[in-house]
């Protein structure tokens, strides 16, 4: 039997978002992806310890190409699931087995991410994303800590889980927890892996109008800020986590109950994967906005907490509890702006599809560009050839090779076979010796 403690940490979120449900629904689809690959081990497709290579790829299954639209892999998917349903096909085992294969694939496919993922690195990129894991820094040596600082320090997302020694202690309800009231703020300096308690109590009215809870740290320290909710034994169990973020010269993190849904930026959302393709950051940059679980609060007090999340320094910070009734154009602002920060993020969806077209299109073109470059120089190189092929330097070179002296100069022998050009010859040469002489006669008279 596990242990409470053991229980509490593995329910507790294990990623930045505040969706408390995130987690299981993750270990929800990585089961499915688990019983996807057993069910195909069994048929004898996939064997070994190297299967999840040898499973189809999803555009292959669907018989779809890569540049193909949402809507057109949903057609793909309903198409063949409809053909290998199990309840049409009863009799045939195999036709189950390729509706399972259509399923996993359209679960790919479907996902924008996940689809960019594999488009990226194949079935890897999608089992190291589900993979994700956080460090519980309360359970690190010294030089491991160390590593994981150094790590952050150059970009890696280190995701820390909070430390179940906090999660026991609040389920317990053996926490201090300092009243925090409405419109006002408190400051404080929170040791590493432990957390700092406050009692927020709202009246019916400020419920109705709306509540904000927001910590700060201008010393851009790393905390959380948690909610926790009543148990039935008095203690609090964690339902929400917000992880701070830099947000010009301070670290913030907020909780927002204004009665519509409202959401989070999670700036740590598939880091890994935008640093191997850069492109991919601008597109990706709208995907870490994710609805918060809770928009509502219930009058009465409401537990929140700020956690120390520095590797090594405590954490300094500032939280404060605010009534929205006090900020209904800001509060009116915000709904817009998320509004249309979600449209423009179906608008980057749509329009990622279309550059990623257009770019394979661009690179295709380049390709050939080269290609047909190197074909036309070829061609014209051999046009020179073809043309220098033309000259009777041709037939000396070749008489040369044949190595017969009555052959080699074929135009200097019939120059002096000619009866004529020998006549030239001797007036030259005749030429020539009496100005030899001459210039010999002057110079003996002068001697």
Known sequence: TESPTCDRSFFAPVSSSCRPVS???????????????????????????????????????????????????KS???KLALKYHPDKNASNPEASELFKEVAYSYSILSDPEKRRQYDTAGF???????????????????????????????GVPIKTTVSPTVLEEAMNGTVT??????????????EKQSAHFFGVTISEEQAHSGIVVRATSVAQSKFKLLFFEQEINGGYGLALQEDSQKTGKVTSAGMYFLHF???????????????????????????????????T??????????????FFKPASYTIEAMCA???EDTTERLKEIEAKILEKRNDLRQFETEYRKALAQFQEATARYTQEKEVVDDMLRERDDIH??????????????????????????????SPENGNIDSRDKSSKKKWFNLNLNRSDKRA
Do not use: W
Request: proline share 5%; charged share 25%; hydrophobic share 35%.
């Open 177 to 190: 927890v300092r009243p925090l009231p409405v419109g006002t703020s408190a400051m404080g300096k929170v």
């Open 297 to 310: 609060l219930k009058p009465g007090t409401h537990i929140f907490a700020v956690y120390g999340d520095n």
């Open 23 to 73: 987690f299981l629904r993750r270990r929800r689809d990585l089961a499915a992806s688990s019983r996807y690959c057993s069910l195909m081990a069994s048929s004898g497709k996939m064997e070994g310890p190297s299967a999840p290579a040898l499973r189809r790829d999803p555009y292959e299954v669907l018989s779809v190409s890569r540049d193909s639209s949402d809507q057109e892999i």
């Open 76 to 78: 793909a998917y309903r």
């Open 388 to 417: 220098s092929s033309f000259t009777t330097e041709r037939t000396i070179t070749s008489s040369l090779g044949a190595g017969s002296s009555s052959s080699r100069y074929p135009v200097e022998q019939n120059k002096t076979e």
């Open 261 to 295: 849904q409202v959401y989070r930026m999670d700036s740590t959302v598939n880091a890994l994967a935008m640093a191997k393709d850069p492109e991919a950051a601008f597109f990706k940059r709208l995907e870490g906005l994710q609805p918060c679980e809770v928009s």
């Open 124 to 154: 890897e990129a999608l089992e190291n994303e589900g993979m994700d894991m956080e460090i519980d820094l309360s359970n690190l040596g010294t030089v491991n800590t160390m590593f994981a600082a150094l790590f952050s320090k150059l």
């Open 325 to 327: 009734k006090s900020y």
